[in-house]
């Protein structure tokens, strides 16, 4: 994977699910972590190794990976969870980390 | 655990600058360390990661060969030397914690974060 592709915008009511991907060539073969960036702040890790969550990180943030696309699922989705979000994988054909271009999450 | 980045501001398009980043709260040399920046309004780039001996050390191909990153283990540090630096290098840099004993192998995330410091190159 040398791009990881995600939807620029995601809107979302207060406590339903967001739902966020991340997209390339065969991601599922590889481990994908999320990032959580609140406006002026740096970003925090959500996601770890595709499913796992650090510590202090609430339930309601979950991950999957799988084929060509990973996501991240934020269920009953608080005011406090608008942020920007990036996933991040290795990218075999470089050797290097690469980050997805970041989706905006809006809590309507 | 805290990260506290240092070393940034304005620079001529060609000229250099050295990033620190001081670590405490945990053992730094068993983690490995990573550089991440963002120029204004954009996303994250990955820049450099190195393993905790500094045996292992990967750059991304925009600032190869002009980005050395290095550490200090006893003094619990952790370097960015930036040359040949160009305008689309300015953004804000972070330096962030890696995995623990990592062997320079795909699995790697980035936790915590620093709060970053600002380098701007610009005539």
């Known amino acids: 994977s040398s791009e990881l592709t995600q939807p620029p915008s995601v809107s979302v009511s207060p406590g339903q699910a967001a739902t966020i991907t991340c997209s390339a060539n065969?991601?599922?073969?590889?481990?994908v972590y999320w990032y959580q960036q609140k406006s002026g702040q740096s970003p925090v890790l959500v996601i770890y190794?595709?499913?796992k969550r650090p510590s202090g990180i609430p339930e309601r943030f979950s991950g999957s990976n799988s084929g060509n696309t990973a996501t991240l699922t934020i269920s009953g989705t608080q005011a406090m969870d608008e942020a920007d979000y990036y996933c991040?994988?290795?990218?075999?054909?470089?050797?290097?980390?690469?980050f997805g271009t970041g989706t905006t999450v809006t809590v309507l | 655990v805290q990260l506290v980045e240092s070393g940034g501001g304005l620079v001529k398009p060609g000229g250099s600058l050295r990033l620190s980043c001081a670590a405490s709260?945990?053992?730094?040399?068993?983690?490995?360390m990573t550089w991440v920046r963002q120029a204004p309004g954009r996303g994250l780039e990955w820049v450099s990661s190195?393993?905790?001996?500094?045996?292992?050390?990967y750059n991304a191909k925009s600032v190869k060969g002009r980005f050395t990153t290095s550490r200090d283990n006893a003094k619990n540090s952790l370097y960015l030397q930036m040359d040949s630096l160009r305008v689309e290098d300015t953004a804000v840099y972070y330096c962030?914690?890696?995995?623990?004993?990592?062997?320079?192998?795909?699995?790697?995330?980035?936790?915590?974060w620093g709060q970053g410091t600002l380098v701007t190159v610009s005539s």
């Open positions: 190794q595709d499913t």
């Open positions: 991040q994988a290795w990218d075999s054909d470089t050797a290097s980390y690469v």
């Open positions: 962030a914690r890696g995995k623990y004993n990592w062997k320079g192998d795909a699995d790697n995330w980035f936790d915590p």
């Open positions: 709260g945990f053992s730094f040399s068993s983690y490995s």
């Open positions: 065969k991601l599922g073969d590889t481990y």
């Open positions: 190195i393993c905790t001996s500094s045996s292992y050390i």
